[in-house]
């Protein structure tokens, strides 16, 4: 039978070659403080001086259209980080714990209907693909936090991409989070694994206001 037949009448290309990042970028940082909150952490006032420290760091690190961004999407520093990057043309893998309207329950609205908004604005953007775990995974062993879970996949899922490859970024104030799966745990795997751990202190950025201040890890 000719080749014609199969439709190979036709000049023929290569396959495109598969995209891969020059640089990815893992995130993890505190929520927007809970109105109720006991001990003030990440105050809703602090957001322009977070937002700004970030896009520092993602500039000095020269982050472009050719890198891969890695975050969650909860009120306050994870929306900060995807919107930076954004800005900046970087694609975006977000991954949740939870269904949307869960997660938004949990992670987002109860800092305020803004950021809902804004967590919808990163969905539909082009740039972004979002995962659901329960979607992509098998159910959550009952003795596993969704989130500790969700911060390996994401530690998982950038460093397949090449160790050398992965830069963590943490807007964190050096102390233990509210309950397992917070930005310490993030920070101590991370901090195993590869070297290029990021951290935007809290403690020094919520003081000097206006300045932003990035201390990178030693290892």
């Known amino acids: 039978m000719p080749l014609h037949a199969f439709g190979h009448n036709r000049k023929t290309s290569p396959p495109p070659t598969p995209w891969e990042p020059r640089q990815v970028f893992l995130f993890s940082g505190h929520m927007i403080d809970a109105p109720d909150r006991p001990e003030p952490r990440f105050p809703a006032d602090k957001e322009t001086v977070a937002a700004a420290a970030i896009a520092a760091k993602l500039d000095e690190l020269g982050a472009g259209p050719d890198d891969l961004a890695l ?4 009120c306050g520093g994870d929306i900060l980080f995807a919107e930076a990057c954004l800005a900046r ?4 893998d977000m991954g949740i714990p939870f269904g949307i309207p869960e997660f938004l329950t949990r992670s987002v609205t109860f800092a305020g209907e803004e950021w809902r908004d804004r967590f919808f604005a990163i969905k539909n953007n082009p740039l972004v ?17 969704p989130y500790v ?7 998982y899922t950038a460093l397949a991409w090449g160790e050398e ?15 397992p799966g917070g930005t ?36």
């Open 184 to 219: 310490e745990h993030m920070h101590d795997e991370v901090n195993k694994r590869t070297g290029q751990v990021h951290v935007l202190d809290t403690n020094k950025l919520f003081t000097h206001e206006g300045t932003p201040l990035a201390e990178k890890l030693d290892t």
């Open 129 to 145: 693909t979002l995962f659901v775990m329960p979607d992509e995974l098998e159910p959550c062993p009952a003795d596993l936090s």
């Open 165 to 179: 490859k992965v830069h963590f970024i943490c807007l964190w104030n050096r102390k233990g989070g509210d309950g």
């Open 71 to 74: 975050c969650s999407g909860a």
């Open 89 to 92: 043309g970087v694609r975006v």
């Open 149 to 155: 879970r969700t911060n390996l996949w994401l530690l």
